[in-house]
């Protein structure tokens, strides 16, 4: 499939937390595997901080957060998800997960890469950045460069184990600060409620959320002068020469 000048044939979305990615990029997952792209969902943490109710066992709400990862995934048309099972909250970038994300970059060898912007520190007045975004964003993108395709980074543990260099064509940081790069997904807004809903721990009781997020990407569209009904934004990075991009991105 063409995702904006990138012939995209797999892609990998490395994010923190369960429903991460299906908030940042859940319409451009749902478009992509709707025209064809194979796309992998890589979960760094085990999503044991999404409950506050003390009763809640620490298995068991492991447990429901991958299967319901899965149920996101399986809406949104994503063939897989990997989960690292880092413990959520107490993320940093680091060695490990750097080496981790390598390992499934390396592994899955997907023409474009998605991973949160680790220069995201708040949003308006609204929002202070979850640190552990932030923390797999700085690991995201030292991943991607110089990560991906050095040959003695972490040697032992990937290369001389058959986890070769992998050249990107393209990445995308979502949650962008200073998003560049606009994403139309129109046709697939409500595949994208229907993933985020599958998280029925963390929003079942959101009453107003399917409004919100066709809100949300309606703002999107129009803050990139898309001229479509809903967008999703990014920070792009181009890896390989698009003479056919030309005019699709944004300054
Ligand atoms: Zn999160």
């Known amino acids: 499939m063409d995702l904006n000048g990138i012939e995209v044939g797999s892609a990998l979305v490395v994010v923190a937390h369960p429903d991460d990615g299906e908030f940042g990029a859940g319409g451009t997952i749902a478009r992509m595997a709707a025209e064809g792209a194979e796309v992998t969902i890589c ?143 129109s046709a697939h807004m409500d595949t994208k409620i229907r993933a985020l809903q599958a998280h029925v721990s963390q929003l079942g009781a959101y009453g107003g959320l399917g409004d919100r997020v066709r809100e949300m990407a309606k703002l999107t569209a129009e803050k990139g002068a898309t001229g479509t009904e809903y967008a999703e934004a990014f920070k792009a990075f181009f890896f390989e020469q698009r003479p056919s991009a030309q005019g699709e991105v944004k300054p």
């Not at 897989?80 to 909250?89: A, H, K, N, Q, R």
């Not at 950045?129 to 690991?139: E, F, I, K, S």
Request: net charge negative; glycine share 8%; proline share 7%.
């Open 43 to 185: 979960v760094v943490s085990n999503g044991a901080m999404g409950s506050n109710d003390p009763d809640v066992a620490r298995d068991v709400l492991i447990a429901t957060r991958e299967r319901e990862q899965r149920a996101a995934a399986a809406a949104a048309g994503a063939k897989d998800v990997v989960f690292l099972g880092y413990e959520d909250g107490y993320l940093e970038d680091g060695n490990y997960i750097r080496r981790d994300i390598i390992r499934e970059i390396r592994r899955l060898r997907p023409d474009v890469a998605i991973g949160p912007d680790p220069s995201t520190f708040f949003v308006d007045q609204r929002y202070l950045n979850h640190p552990d975004h932030r923390a797999v964003g700085l690991a995201f993108s030292a991943a991607v460069n110089p990560g991906a395709t050095t040959v003695p980074l972490y040697r032992a543990e990937l290369y001389d184990q058959g986890f070769g260099p992998h050249p990107l064509k393209a990445a995308l940081l979502m949650t962008a600060s200073n998003p560049d790069c606009y994403v139309d997904i």
